[in-house]
């Protein structure tokens, strides 16, 4: 630890780890730097006089052998509450020397201010002292806090000679010891080095609660907190209980060899325990996380698994402890982070969701604490929101491996963030050499939906905003009078040449596409406040995705659409259809647009189109079994059972590398590959086709009509803010969020004609409330146009229900300003068989 005087009252201390420096006062307590969350020396902020050290590795040295005395003490400072009961002492043998581990309160502040220092820590993160029977030995001790609870100590030692070496493992006498609870006599084995030999523990998930159970009873908690305050002590313990085979190395990614069942019930028990045992638990994971060493190997990876998994980090108060737990685990190296997001796979869904709801938690409070003076300045812990970040990166990075996913991705979302400067974030993500420093953009995971449709807004505002500029500037440079019609892109259509005049609006007014639509129908007065936009996506979108256009089919089992595999001279058609998705989503309308998942998967590939690169492939990538089910399903069935099949598949299915597909009522064969109607399909290779058959009716039998239908999406839609976005999100920003709840559409709702206590209006929202989920779709599809609603919940809408006395009239909709008209019927069962009739006998697009 380097420092330095920078005057009478000041003296400069350089972080080990991030060779941040800072300036203390003489006498500072300080021990964690500000800018990484690492331990400074105490001692050096003490010292009048600059230490000058002669190498760089001298350095080192003493840093690794002084280091841990500050961390005693921030130990100390941390469990103050505890130190009664809970001090160690050092235990005597006739044989051996004493030592007093890194956890023994008795290595006081005036002891580390005098010079006394621990022995140095092995690549094991053991202590190492000289053997007094030998020149060249030096044992390692792996020693037990449970010398406070005078119990057995199982303690490791490796010896080194010049010939071999030998793992010792001494047993320290107690009083009123159990050898099955505390480990093992002495042990030996040779000629194995790195052989870690582990304490034994033998407890049980059934033994476990029966001990807690029984406590709680006699009320004597002895056992119970032996276990709990021993099991945590160090990774050496951790794994020595949760290890499924302590022998074993599992160096597996897809075994971590753990015992699940048994962390789950030592969780599950561990909030209801006393404060005292709590605490016990707290000062132990201190103290494992204070012999962080590198590098790491597997157990120490397991123990990081093990101690996240801890329901403590829920409480505001651990959070210190927390942060230091997510800082180490985050600056593991990329090898590390492999096995833990292989690992974490094996959580459970529940487990998994309750982990992202404590890290969630923690950015919230660290944001937006609710009593800052319980946390520590923001200036001296920054490092704690990016730490555990990227812990929630490798937990997502986990989810997508799974499939079905084990959590929602919602589940990530942090809606608190939802109040930060989204803007600022976004820019600080778009230009990193200017700003520097971490952005939530980098971890869009983190964002949710309405976060990110709110930067994508933002921004398409500013492209608006910058494209009118131009338009004034340009004006004004031709010496002619600026008119408001030039802020917007306005069509003008005629309903009965619309999607024509769609088309050559679109293709002369290109460079209009990011201002605001405004829209005409040709013969009709009338100014557009957004019921005309609404209607003509309506219209336009009925008549597209009509079968009998051959543009679209419809697959019913799916309940979805697919591009025609048909060829077409022109493919414009398709690339207005991806601008009416653009210009929804810059214009904030949701359509009720049936695509599968896998058609947002090819729109965001890639996310940004290729720059100045008119050939480059797009809209295609790689897409499995699980998504031609969303497409076809009854095809994706018939391969599963092909490879499924147990039999002679050359024999009994006499297939080849071919696929038929229907154009124009003619039957027309492609090869999937080269030759391919020479090359059968056998069970070697029916793998094979499986896949080339999927590729290519969901990529190469429609690429010509995707590429167009995705440069027209991106023509509008040009952001990188569309990296940040999964193809599940994109959908919602489409079509709205598919999750409904009447009650919240009550709330929003304004009469005319009616009030709210009209028996009437009671009736109606008793009918609406007590539907079935699917009735409850219909109905909003009849009445807004889309059986979902907008990404921010049904407080974004505006709905009106307006009274008429012609009872015999079924009730009416206008899809276009989100309004019901409804007679005022005098029977409830009247009203709930008219507005039944109404609904089930509408068509998706009826515009009243």
């Known amino acids: 630890m380097a420092s330095k005087s920078t005057n009478g009252e000041r003296y400069e201390i350089t972080c080990p780890t991030c ?46 052998r002084r280091g841990l005395h500050s961390i005693t003490n921030f130990i100390n400072n941390l469990t103050s509450n505890n130190s009664k009961g809970n001090s ?65 100590k199982s303690v490791s030692s490796k010896v080194s000679t010049n010939s071999h070496r030998h793992d010792v493992h001494l047993n320290i006498p107690g009083k009123n010891s159990s050898a099955n609870e505390a480990g093992a006599g002495i042990s030996y084995a040779q000629n194995k080095p790195d052989r870690v030999v582990y304490p034994v523990r033998t407890k049980t998930p059934d033994q476990i609660r029966g001990d807690v159970r029984s406590a709680r009873e006699t009320g004597d908690w002895k056992s119970v907190q032996e276990f709990y305050s021993t099991t945590f002590d160090s990774f050496l313990e951790i794994n020595a209980a949760f290890k499924r085979d302590p022998n074993k190395d599992y160096k597996s990614t897809e075994d971590p060899g753990l015992k699940f069942d048994f962390i789950n019930t030592v969780y599950d028990l561990i909030l209801g325990l006393p404060q005292e045992i709590q605490k016990l638990v707290l000062k132990s994971i201190i103290n494992s996380l204070l012999k962080d060493k590198k590098p790491h190997s597997k157990d120490d ?9 801890n329901p403590q980090f829920g409480n505001s108060s651990t959070y210190v402890i927390f942060a230091h737990l997510l800082r180490q685990i985050a600056a593991l190296n990329d090898h590390d982070h492999h096995y833990l997001v292989h690992w974490m796979k094996k959580l459970t869904p529940d487990r998994m969701q309750a982990l992202l709801e404590r890290l969630n938690s923690f950015v919230s409070i660290r944001l937006f604490p609710p009593k800052p003076q319980d946390l520590p300045p923001m200036h001296k812990c920054s490092w704690w929101i990016p730490s555990s970040t990227k812990v929630m990166a490798l937990l997502n990075a986990a989810n997508n491996l799974c499939q079905p996913y084990l959590v929602s991705h919602m589940e990530f979302y942090n809606f608190a963030l939802d109040n930060l400067d989204l803007m600022q974030e976004y820019l600080s993500w778009q230009h990193p050499s200017s700003t520097g420093g971490f952005s939530f953009c980098q971890y869009p995971f983190i964002l949710s939906i309405t976060a990110k449709r709110s930067i994508l807004q933002r921004d398409s505002e500013q492209q608006m905003i910058l494209m009118a500029r131009r338009s004034l500037v340009a004006k004004v ?72 256009y051959g543009m679209f089919t419809y697959n019913k089992t799916a309940g979805c659409y697919w591009f025609s595999v048909s060829h077409r001279e022109d493919y414009q058609e398709f690339n207005l259809v991806g601008v009416l998705m653009g ?86 064969t492609f090869d999937l590959k080269q030759d391919g109607a020479n090359i059968p399909v056998t069970n070697d290779n029916r793998k094979e ?130 309004q019901l008209v409804l007679p005022a019927y005098k029977t409830k069962k009247q009203l709930r068989s008219k507005l039944t009739l109404a609904i089930q006998n509408a068509e998706g697009f009826g515009l009243e």
């Open 19 to 64: 060779d941040f420096t800072c300036t203390v006062p003489v006498g500072s307590k300080r021990t964690i730097c500000p800018k990484c969350g690492g331990f400074y020396s105490r001692e050096a902020a003490e010292q009048r006089e600059p230490r000058r050290l002669a190498k760089r590795n001298e350095k080192k040295e003493k840093e690794g």
């Open 88 to 152: 160690s002492k050092s235990s005597k043998n006739d044989s051996h020397p004493v030592v007093t581990g890194p956890s023994s309160e008795s290595s006081s502040s005036s002891d580390i201010s005098s010079g006394t220092e621990l022995p140095p820590i092995d690549n094991k993160g053991r202590l190492t002292v000289t053997s007094p029977n030998s020149r060249s030995t030096t044992p390692s001790y792996a020693l037990d806090r449970a010398s406070s609870r005078n119990t057995n």
């Open 301 to 309: 990876l397991r123990a990081y698994l093990v101690l996240l998994q």
């Open 477 to 548: 440079q031709r010496r002619q009078l600026p008119d408001v019609g030039m802020l917007f892109f306005n069509l003008n259509v005629r309903r009965e040449h619309l999607v024509a005049d769609s088309l050559n609006e679109i293709q002369h007014k290109q460079h209009d596409l990011k201002k605001k639509l405004k829209v005409t129908f040709a013969g009709e007065p009338g100014l557009d406040m957004g019921g005309l936009t609404k209607e003509w996506f309506l219209l336009l979108i009925k008549k597209i995705f009509n079968e009998n």
């Open 583 to 668: 210009l929804a989503v810059y214009n904030s309308i949701n359509l009720d647009l049936r695509f599968p998942p896998c058609c947002y998967k090819k729109l965001l590939s890639p996310p940004v189109v290729p720059y100045n690169n008119p050939r480059a492939q797009v809209g295609t990538c790689n897409l499995s079994l699980n998504d031609l089910r969303t497409v076809q399903p009854e095809v994706a069935k018939g391969l599963k059972d092909l490879l499924d099949y147990t039999g002679n598949v050359e024999d009994d299915f006499c297939l080849t590398f071919q696929i038929s597909q229907d154009q124009y009522g003619q039957v027309k």
């Open 689 to 818: 086709y499986v896949d080339l058959y999927v590729d290519w009716i969901l990529n190469k039998s429609v690429y010509n009509q995707f590429k167009a239908f995705y440069h027209g999406f991106h023509m509008v839609c040009a952001s990188n803010a569309l990296i940040m976005l999964r193809p599940e999100e994109i959908d919602m920003l489409v079509c709205g969020n598919p999750k409904l709840d009447m009650k919240d559409l009550k709330k929003v709702t304004s009469y005319d004609g009616f009030n709210h206590a009209d028996p009437t209006i009671k009736n109606f929202w008793d009918i609406i409330l007590s539907m079935p989920l699917s009735l409850q779709k219909s109905f909003l599809l009849f009445t807004t146009g889309s059986d979902r609603i907008p990404i921010g919940g049904m407080a974004e809408m505006t709905f009106k229900i307006s009274r008429t006395e012609d009872t015999r009239l079924l009730p009416m909709a206008h899809t276009c300003f989100n």
